[in-house]
Nanobody, 115 residues
Framework: QAQLVESGGGLVQAGGSLRLSCAAS????????MGWYRQAPGKQRELVAR???????YYADSVKGRFTISRENANKKVTLQMNSLKPEDTAVYYC?????????WGQGTLVTVSS
C-alpha cells in the first residue's frame, strides 16, 4: 500500500519561512502530478501548488511569489518552500500524488503562522 510521509510543519512568525517535504513509498505506477493542498479551519481544502512530471508548475494566486514547489523524481519526493508567511497561510497542508492509476494523500502537517 502506498505511503506518503510529510514533514516540516510547525509554528512560525509572520514573515518567516518553512519547508514542507513529502516522501512517497510503495508506489508502483508512474507518478504524474505532485502537489500540496491546504485546509484552514472552517474552509474547504484548496490547491496551493502542483508540479507535473515535466516540471510545469501551478500556484494559487495567494501564494505566488512566496512559495516554491519542487520535486525529486528519483526519490519520489516533493517539497514546498514557503517564504514570507502570513497568518492567513495557517492551515493543515496535505501532500498529494497522482499516478496513472490512483490518487494518494498524506496525513497532513499543521502550519501555524502567528501575527
Amino acid at each position: 500500500q502506498a505511503q506518503l510521509v510529510e514533514s516540516g510543519g510547525g509554528l512560525v512568525q509572520a514573515g518567516g519561512s518553512l519547508r514542507l517535504s513529502c516522501a512517497a513509498s510503495r508506489i508502483i505506477f508512474t507518478i504524474n502530478t505532485m502537489g500540496w493542498y491546504r485546509q484552514a479551519p472552517g474552509k474547504q481544502r484548496e490547491l496551493v501548488a502542483r508540479i507535473t512530471s515535466g516540471g510545469s508548475t501551478y500556484y494559487a494566486d495567494s501564494v505566488k511569489g512566496r512559495f516554491t514547489i519542487s520535486r525529486e523524481n528519483a526519490n519520489k519526493k516533493v517539497t514546498l518552500q514557503m517564504n514570507s508567511l502570513k497568518p492567513e497561510d495557517t492551515a493543515v497542508y496535505y501532500c498529494n500524488i497522482a499516478t496513472s492509476a490512483d490518487n494518494y494523500w498524506g496525513q497532513g502537517t499543521l502550519v501555524t503562522v502567528s501575527s
